[in-house]
């Protein structure tokens, strides 16, 4: 037996392991385990998918929840194939989230688990700080809106207010960098697979979007409240839905509009 021994393995690669499936620290350390292969270098498998290119790793993290819900693992790793880099590294070179050490230290976890290793000393107490256990906490600001497009959502907190009734919505936001985490089926099974697919929708179309950014930092708190969800996020709504979908693009198009208007406005008066 390997390393990771029940929990089931789902890693999204982006051409980040090698050619050779068979030397990567996926083979490795699991038998058990599911590989979305977003460049499509791997032949399909039992344990290979051709996955599009969209959404980053959450797409896939959700595509994956969706076609196994009434079938999911007793605990499922959810990761990127390059979560063991090493940290800090400039552009285009990804970033790792977890020191092999530390992953293997969590991996076999039957609760739920953040995996990764950020520490002190990653955190200037206003942008980011740790959680009294460890945790990695980010002031809830939602940057990732003003430089990353987005088609359905302004920010984190829109979010929220649309999927669950009178959240608690805090300053700073609890999340795994880069949606790395052990999750028990009971996490997730606590909400419809409806509730999946229509998370899925926001980061179907289109490769790096803000939608992906704010699940990354919304799964924590989706996976650990109490919170009561509303109705239109349990059941399929029809034409409902449609329209939702088009209430938000117009929302999202005219706030866009009005920031641009702003900022183009402000431009003009300091030129005269």
Request: glycine share 4%; proline share 3%; net charge positive.
């Amino acid at each position: 037996m390997k390393y990771i021994k029940s929990n089931y393995l789902v890693v999204s690669d982006y051409n980040w392991l090698p050619n050779n499936l068979k030397d990567s620290w996926v083979e490795k350390y699991s038998d058990n385990y599911t590989v979305f292969d977003k460049f499509h270098r791997y032949e399909v498998s039992d344990n290979v998918i051709h996955q599009k290119n969209v959404g980053q790793n959450i797409y896939d993290m959700l595509d994956f929840i969706i076609n196994n819900y009434e079938k999911l693992p007793d605990v499922t790793i959810f990761c990127r194939s390059c979560i063991m880099f090493p940290k800090g590294r400039p552009k285009p070179y990804s970033n790792g989230n977890c020191s092999e050490e530390v992953f293997l230290k969590l991996v076999n976890n039957q609760i739920f688990t953040e995996l990764h290793d950020f520490g002190s000393e990653v955190h200037n107490g206003y942008s980011s700080k740790m959680d009294i256990d460890g945790g990695f906490l980010e002031r809830n600001n939602s940057w990732y809106f003003g430089c990353i497009k987005s088609r359905y959502f302004i920010n984190l907190n829109d979010f929220f207010n649309d999927i669950f009734v009178n959240p608690e919505i805090s300053e700073f936001i609890r999340f795994s960098p880069g949606a790395s985490y052990v999750i028990p089926k009971e996490n997730i099974l606590k909400y419809e697979k409806y509730f999946y697919i229509r998370l899925r929708e926001y980061v179907s179309w289109d490769i790096i979007i803000a939608e992906a950014h704010m699940l990354e930092r919304a799964l924590y708190t989706i996976f650990k409240n109490n919170f009561q969800i509303k109705n239109k996020y349990k059941k399929d709504q029809g034409l409902f839905l449609h329209l939702d979908h088009f209430k938000k693009r117009i929302y999202v198009f005219l706030v866009r509009m009005y920031f641009r208007f702003r900022l183009e406005t402000t431009k003009l008066i300091k030129t005269k």
